[in-house]
Each structure stands twice: as structure tokens, then as C-alpha cells.
């Protein structure tokens, strides 16, 4: 089902309040009014018994009623139909009528009671409120009596007197506010159309100043998230442009160690040696993929995944046990050193062997025969240092960046190694410093 619009929502939402809002005042106000008129004609009807009650009804002979009934016609031909709502009539101590007003007291039901009741007029079939008054001398009962449903209409046109120009005006303000919320969407409908209206590679910050407050956190969130898009975006560019460069001359090279293979047809000793070059390069090529893809894993992550608990002893006895081989091929001594509580005791094993890897295999590749690699883990710090390494103290502030490689480096690598353990390391919240005193290169990791 399709969801209605926040402008017609905000409208129903405010027909719905003012509706019921409306209902409820008329009902109090008919609740009100009627009280009201209640207590008025009340009022009326009983100084009109009392000041009956007070005639001398003795002197009431056959004739005067009809003399009298001739006046009432009379006054009636002038008056207004309103007139006929009232009623009075005038009984003796039998029951017997002796006086009426010749309209509606005539059919009063002798029925004295104490004060008001309601009584049915069987003539009339309509439902009257009559006071009964005892007269002063104590042998009459006078009857005044009003029709209830004059009360009412009475009510309801005080009602109506009040409420058709509250109706009217709230059709005035049932326009404004349509208006007034179609005016201040504006700025999200310009703020829509802005956006639908970009190319796809406009990445710039969307408009603050004339969007509503309300709507501004929204908005600086999407500026946000259009500020990390386009971070991303370089990145991705950077890194696509970066490595087509790199892969360029590994490619270049197994191309022309392939074309050697094949002429060398008749000389098995240039054709050995093309394709035992051509295994390596493809195992460079396959390493420095292999490193592109984990670096570009790392970039698109923002925090590591659930931690767990670090073994450091396992983590380490792997990552030497993986490059003691090579070690050994270049008769490189590996030592450790692990003292505990160690700086870092949770996060992700795999990253951490991954970094451990990338440190000992740059160690082994740019250290000299005989060197010495250490792998001290401490309270503070975690720290791979080698000896025997030709690097000068300039490239120090560089080195992390992708794919760099300090000029006079004979050992083949992909410069992603180090960009790949800054990467680890920051996922944890951790810094790298490096340094280098004489031949000694050192490699520090430790809490930011």
C-alpha cells in the first residue's frame, strides 16, 4: 500500500484534530446552552405562576372566558408563532379548569405537583414542562407550562449563532495552513529536485542555509555521507590507477621471458632459465595481487569484526614458522622475546598474522646474509627490528605509502607490505613508528 505524503498526512492529521475538537465543543456548548435556556424559562415561567397566584380567581364566572378568549385571538392575529410555546391554565380545588389561555393551556392535564414536571399534552402529542403554583388564598392550582422542544430550538440557535462563524473561520484557517505547509515544503521539494538533477559524479556538499532547521541534521548527514563516497571514490581511482602502473612492468616482463621461452627452442639451458624467470615472475605477480586484494579488503573496512581474545604465542610461532625458510636460505637468525601483560590482548588473529608476515618477510627480503630479526612483544609495544639494512633516514617519513620503494633497492617487491600493516594497525587503534639507528631498522606498533 502506498504510504501518503507527509504534507496530506499533516492536513488529515489536522482535519481529524479540529473535527473532533469541533464535536466536542458542540456537545458541550448544546449541553450549555441548554442548561442555560432551561434556567432562563424556568425563571420566567415561575414569576409568571407566582404572579398568578396572587390574582383573586373567585370573580372568574363562564362568560369572562370567552370575553377573554376573543382578546387572546385578537393579541395572537399580531403576535408571532413563538407566543404559542407558553401556556397557563387555572384549576380549582376539584380539578375543574376555570381559566386558560385558549391556545395551549386548554388541554393541561389537572396534575398538581411540587415545582416543575415534565407532562405529555395528549392533543397535541408534544412534551411541555409545567410549573404548578398553589394560589394565595390556597384554592386554586395554576399551571404554567412551556414546550420543550422551543427550548431547544432556542439552544440550537444560539449554537448556531456561535458556531457558523467558528465553521467559517475555520475554513479560513484550514487554507492558510495548507498554504503555509505547501510553502515551507519548498525547500525539501528544491532540496529533491537538487538532488535528482546531479550528475552522477557531482559529489559536492548539498545546501545548508535555506533548508529548514529541522530538516538540517538530515542534510549534514547526507554531506557527510557524500564527503565519504567521494573519499572512497579517490581511493578506489588512486588504487585502480596505482595498480595498473605496478602491474604494468611484472607483465611487460613475463611477456618477454615467455618470448625467450619460445625461440629458445634449440638452447634448453636459455629456455630453463626463461621459464625458471618466468615462474618467479608470476609468483611476484601472484604475491603483489594477492597483496592488492588484502590492502583493498582493508581500505573498505572502517573497524575490525567481533574481536577475540589474541594469542600472541600461537600468532607469533606461526608467523615465524611461515618465513624460516626463507630465513634460513639467507641464514637470517630469528629471535623472540614475549613478556606479558602484552598492549593489546583482543582483536582479530588473522589481521594480526597478516601483519606479523608482511613485517618478518620485509625483514628477511631487505636484510643482509647473517643479519638478525627480533619480534619483542611487551606491555607497551609491539616491535620487529633487523639489522644489516642499507635504507637511508629521507625515505623514513614515507615509508606506508602504496606502492612506494626507496631508490637503489635491488630486492624485488610490491611496496604494499608496509600500507598494508599501517592499515592493520589503525583498524585496531593502533600507530606505527618507524626508525633506523646505524644498520638497525626498527618497526614499532603500539596504542594510539
Not at 446552552?33 to 390574582?55: G, I, K, N, P
Not at 370567552?66 to 407558553?86: F, P, Q, R, V, Y
Not at 616482463?253 to 634449440?266: I, S, Y
Request: hydrophobic share 45%; glycine share 6%; aromatic share 6%.
Amino acid at each position: 500500500m502506498k504510504k501518503l505524503s507527509l504534507k496530506l498526512r499533516l492536513i488529515l492529521f489536522f482535519l481529524i484534530i479540529a473535527g473532533a475538537v469541533w464535536a466536542a465543543s458542540g456537545v458541550l456548548a448544546w449541553l450549555e446552552s441548554r442548561e442555560q435556556t432551561d434556567e432562563f424559562f424556568d425563571t420566567y415561567q415561575l414569576m409568571l405562576a407566582r404572579q398568578l397566584a396572587t390574582a383573586d380567581w373567585s370573580n372568574i364566572k363562564p362568560g369572562t372566558q370567552k370575553s377573554i378568549d376573543k382578546i387572546i385571538d385578537k393579541l395572537e392575529d399580531d403576535g408571532d408563532e413563538e407566543d404559542e410555546a407558553i401556556g397557563l391554565a387555572v384549576f380549582d380545588s376539584h380539578g375543574n379548569m376555570v381559566f386558560h389561555d385558549n391556545e395551549n393551556g386548554r388541554h393541561f392535564r389537572y396534575a398538581p405537583a411540587s415545582g416543575f414536571v415534565d407532562q405529555m399534552i395528549d392533543e397535541e402529542d408534544e412534551m411541555w414542562r409545567i410549573v404548578w403554583v398553589t394560589s394565595t388564598d390556597g384554592r386554586y392550582a395554576i399551571a404554567v407550562g412551556q414546550e420543550i422542544e422551543f427550548r431547544h430550538d432556542i439552544a440550537l440557535e444560539m449554537i448556531e449563532a456561535t458556531f457558523i462563524p467558528w465553521i467559517c473561520g475555520l475554513g479560513i484557517l484550514l487554507v492558510a495552513i495548507v498554504g503555509l505547509i505547501s510553502k515551507e515544503f519548498l525547500p525539501l521539494k528544491k532540496l529533491a529536485r537538487n538532488i535528482a538533477e546531479r550528475e552522477s559524479d557531482n559529489l559536492a556538499p548539498l545546501e545548508e542555509n535555506s533548508v529548514p532547521k529541522e530538516v538540517l541534521p538530515l542534510v549534514r548527514a547526507m554531506n557527510a555521507l557524500l564527503a565519504k563516497i567521494a573519499d572512497m571514490l579517490q581511493r578506489e581511482r588512486s588504487f585502480i590507477a596505482d595498480s595498473a602502473h605496478e602491474l604494468r612492468s611484472p607483465l611487460t616482463a613475463l611477456k618477454v621471458q615467455l618470448d625467450v621461452a619460445e625461440l629458445a627452442d634449440d638452447d634448453k639451458q636459455v629456455q630453463q632459465a626463461a621459464l625458471s624467470n618466468l615462474r618467479e615472475g608470476i609468483e611476484r605477480s601472484s604475491r603483489l595481487v594477492e597483496q592488492m586484494l588484502a590492502l583493498s579488503k582493508l581500505d573498505a573496512s572502517h573497524q575490525t569484526e567481533a574481536e577475540e581474545e589474541l594469542n600472541w604465542g600461537l600468532i607469533i610461532g606461526n608467523a615465524i614458522e611461515e618465513q624460516q625458510a626463507a630465513a634460513q636460505a639467507k641464514n637470517i637468525s630469528l629471535n623472540v622475546s614475549c613478556r606479558k601483560p602484552v598492549f593489546l590482548t583482543k582483536g582479530q588473529s588473522f589481521l594480526w598474522s597478516l601483519l606479523l608476515r608482511n613485517l618478518l618477510d620485509n625483514a628477511i627480503r631487505y636484510s643482509g646474509e647473517g643479519a638478525v630479526i627480533s619480534v619483542e612483544l611487551n606491555t607497551n609495544e609491539l616491535k620487529v627490528s633487523n639489522n644489516k639494512t642499507a635504507l637511508d633516514n629521507q625515505y623514513l617519513p614515507r615509508l606506508g605509502e602504496r606502492f612506494f620503494r626507496p631508490a637503489g633497492q635491488q630486492t624485488r617487491g610490491s611496496g604494499l607490505g608496509l600500507s598494508i600493516v599501517g592499515k592493520i594497525a589503525a583498524l585496531h587503534g593502533c600507530k606505527v613508528a618507524y626508525s633506523r639507528q646505524d644498520d638497525i631498522f626498527c618497526v614499532r606498533i603500539c596504542r594510539q
